[in-house]
């Protein structure tokens, strides 16, 4: 078995690099390679894989990826990073194939390879943006493992009536199911955080409509979720032009006006989406 990084190794790259991990930018390094092989080996990631591995940081998870044989694309803005990491994986794994791309993820929206797998440990000021981001423009994606701030791990795989159910449960939901894999030590970071990080896994399934009918479904989702107390006719009012046409939307929809977003599936927002085209031709 090839090594990994461990929290001696850890710190010497970051003293290379003059990086001084910050709680601001979230950054926390992994040093504990027990953790990094649970986290491949939940991923299932084979050697006959493209992975995309977004905020690799010094490497710990890449390493570990490497290791099953696949080929990883590691997505990275930092420079300083990006430029390292190649040359630590050569020192490790020489015969591993890691393609490094410097940008930011949020606006990445192609790969020299197509991947299939994504898995990452991602910042938790932008786990969700980044996830929802892949997933519009990677078709290829099947599956996916990220390791996120638990209680939006939790968020993303809620079902509909969960006290923590919301715009980005609904909105990945669009995409396939999700789940979570487990509670994650704060001990096996550098610096220790001060929240609770949790494994969250999706797999992809056939989209439930048009990327036209995604978008308007997901500023439904939007409208709905923030004002979540309120009754859905008046959360979408000034979305769909005033209470009384809300309520014809919904109940076009099948729904009921009273019912609140915080109970609806991706399905129920998409058929309001969705009355908007029959209730558009059949004004005409």
Request: hydrophobic content about 45%; cysteine-free; overall charge negative.
């Amino acid at each position: 078995m090839s090594a990994l990084l461990g929290p001696a190794e850890i710190r010497d790259l970051a003293a290379l690099l003059d990086i001084q991990p910050t709680k601001k930018l979230g950054q926390n390094f992994v040093i504990d390679a027990n953790t990094v092989r649970k986290i491949v080996a939940t991923a299932g990631v084979t050697g006959s894989e493209t992975v995309v591995e977004v905020g690799p940081g010094l490497g710990s998870l890449t390493l570990g990826l490497l290791e099953t044989g696949a080929n990883v694309v590691a997505v990275e803005i930092d420079k300083r990073l990006a430029a390292q990491l190649p040359i630590t994986v050569s020192q490790m794994q020489p015969e591993a194939t890691l393609t490094v791309i410097t940008q930011d993820a949020l606006t990445i929206t192609s790969l020299p390879d197509e991947p299939t797998v994504l898995v990452a440990n991602l910042p938790y000021n932008v786990s969700v943006p980044v996830l929802l981001h892949f997933l519009e423009h990677f078709a290829t994606l099947e599956r996916g493992l990220v390791m996120v701030q638990a209680e939006v791990g939790e968020r993303l795989a809620a079902p509909p009536g969960s006290k923590v159910y919301g715009a980005p449960s609904a909105k990945a939901a669009w995409y396939g199911q999700w789940k979570t894999s487990g509670k994650v030590s704060r001990q096996v970071f550098w610096p220790i955080p001060n929240v609770d990080s949790i494994l969250v896994g999706f797999s992809r399934a056939e989209l439930p409509g048009t990327e036209a009918e995604r978008v308007a479904t997901f500023k439904i989702i939007d409208a709905a979720f923030q004002q979540r107390r309120k009754m859905l006719r008046q959360a979408l009012a000034e979305l769909l032009g005033g209470s009384a046409a809300a309520s014809t939307r919904i109940e076009a929809a099948g729904l009921a006006p009273t019912s609140r977003g915080e109970e609806l599936t991706v399905l129920d927002f998409l058929a309001i989406a969705r009355a908007q085209v029959y209730t558009d031709s059949s004004a005409g």
